[in-house]
C-alpha cells in the first residue's frame, strides 16, 4: 500500500517524504517508481524504524500531513509476537513525531480486523467506538495488532488538537509488479 501512495501522490504533483529501515533501500523505491514511469523528482527520504524513537521528528520536519501506512504484515506467521509491540510502537513513534511536528493532519491506515463483529452477533452496531472482541479465539496476532495500533493512535491524538483519519481497509485491489512489490515492502 506504501508504494502505491506515493507513486499516486507524485503523479499528482504533491512533494512527498517517505520513510525507509536504512538508506540502501531508497534505491529500490526509486527503481518502483520509475519503473511505473513516475518522477521522482518530489520525493525525499528519511531514515526511520517503526520500533525506535530515532529519526522520526527528523522525518516530520516541514510536513504539513503524514499518511501512516506502514504496519507490520507478519509474512506468513499471522502469529508472530512481535507484530502487536512492533503496531503500537510504530503508531506511537510516527504519531507523536507528527504532532511535536504540529503537522496539520494524519491520517492512518488500518483494517477490518480493528473493527470486526464477532459472528454470533448478526446485527452489530459497527461505529467509531466499536473494536474487534480481544478475546475472540479467532483472532490472530496480526488482528489483535491492528486493534491496538489503532486504539492507541486514537489514545495519543485525542489527548492533543490534531486530527486523525482512520481508513479501515476490507481489501486491496489493483497492480502488482511482483518483482517491485517484495522490493519496496522491505523498504518502507
Known sequence: MAGWTVCKLLEQGYEVRTTVRSQKKQAAVVNMLEHEGVNTGKLSFAVADLTQKDGWDQAMEGVDYVLHVASPLGGNNHEDETLIPTAKAGAENVIGAAIRAGVKKVVMTSSEAANYPDKKDPRPDINEGFWTDMDNKWLTNYMRSKVVA??????IINKQSQNLAGSHSWSLHGRQEKQYR??????A
Open 150 to 155: 489503532e486504539k492507541t493512535a486514537w489514545d
Open 182 to 187: 517484495s522490493n519496496y515492502g522491505n523498504a
